[in-house]
């Protein structure tokens, strides 16, 4: 029982130190990511993802601080348990039985002894042996209290147990106080089961370890989502720029409206063309319409 009571106070002293550990990763990791998580979904404008958020966080701390107690709860049950496991072994038929002989052997022992000490004188008696028979008389007061305190054993007959003496070799027989500070207690020793520190911290740290997985979650993501997004703007406005500004990009910009001069002055130099020869065309078209007066 004294170790039962032991493993309830590991127990309870092992919640204590895990709901503070929980409580402290909380504070000081868990809570400011669903902090920052919060501000980012207002200021997204995101009032109802907030809000879901603020659940978590607070069914977060729930489950750091709150499971490492959980093996508290089921001391009281253990203790019931082993209350209705010790009234079994003191009411089971062996434990009874071996206390009702216990009980009866002392004085059923002196009787017997008695019995066959009369005997004794009478058979001396009988026989003539009057040395014999007042010896036995005298015998009779140390015999009646051995056979109370150590027990008695009958000649061809199993021992009478008194209140003094130990089980025999089968574990039988017992007195009546080896019975009550040594069987019984032994019997509630074994139906009692001790209670494990180390069987409930296991348990507790693994209802702890979703409760961290589910915190730390929300604002890795929330926090991943956003730095993402900002590296793709960066890239593309990167990407944007570099082909308007770059150097490469001059050149070939360079090269298109050297070319389109180009071609506008070589379109301009055939259409001046055009117009010399049209202007060398028409005093050759004036003089043949004159010609053509003179010969009319």
């Known amino acids: 029982m004294a170790q039962n009571w032991i493993g309830y106070g590991g127990i309870v002293s092992t919640a204590l130190g895990d709901a503070a550990a929980g409580l402290n990763t909380y504070l000081t990791t868990s809570l400011p990511q669903y902090l920052q998580t919060v501000f980012q979904q207002l200021a997204a404008g995101e009032p109802a993802a907030a809000a879901s958020t603020i659940n978590e966080a607070i069914g977060s701390a729930i489950l750091n601080v709150g499971v490492p107690f959980f093996p508290v709860t089921n001391i009281p049950s253990a203790i019931t348990d082993n ?57 009779i007061p140390p015999t009646l209290v051995g056979a109370f305190i150590n027990g008695y054993t009958p000649a061809g007959s199993s ?100 070319k389109a001069q180009n071609d506008a002055g070589a379109k301009k130099s055939t259409g001046a063309k055009s117009s010399t020869d049209a202007k060398s065309a028409r005093p050759h078209a004036g003089s043949g319409r004159h010609g053509g007066s003179a010969a009319g």
């Open 83 to 139: 209350l209705t496991a010790a009234v079994k072994s003191l009411t089971s038929i062996g434990t009874l039985f071996g206390l009702l002989i216990a009980g009866i052997s002392p004085a059923t022992g002196v009787i017997q002894a008695a019995g066959d000490s009369a005997q004794v004188i009478v058979d001396s008696l009988g026989a003539g042996h009057y040395g014999a028979a007042v010896q036995a008389l005298i015998n």
């Open 159 to 258: 021992q009478m147990p008194g209140l003094l003496s130990p089980p025999d070799e089968n574990g039988y027989n017992a007195g009546l106080v080896y019975t009550l500070l040594v069987t019984i207690p032994k019997a509630i020793a074994t139906a009692i089961t001790p209670a494990s520190a180390s069987a409930s911290a296991s348990a507790a740290a693994r209802l702890a370890e979703p409760a961290t997985s589910v915190e730390a979650t929300p604002a890795t993501e929330s926090t991943s989502s956003t730095d993402s997004t900002a590296s793709t703007d960066a890239t593309e406005a990167g990407s944007g720029s570099s082909t308007t500004t770059g150097v490469g990009g001059s050149r070939v910009t360079g090269k298109k409206d050297a």
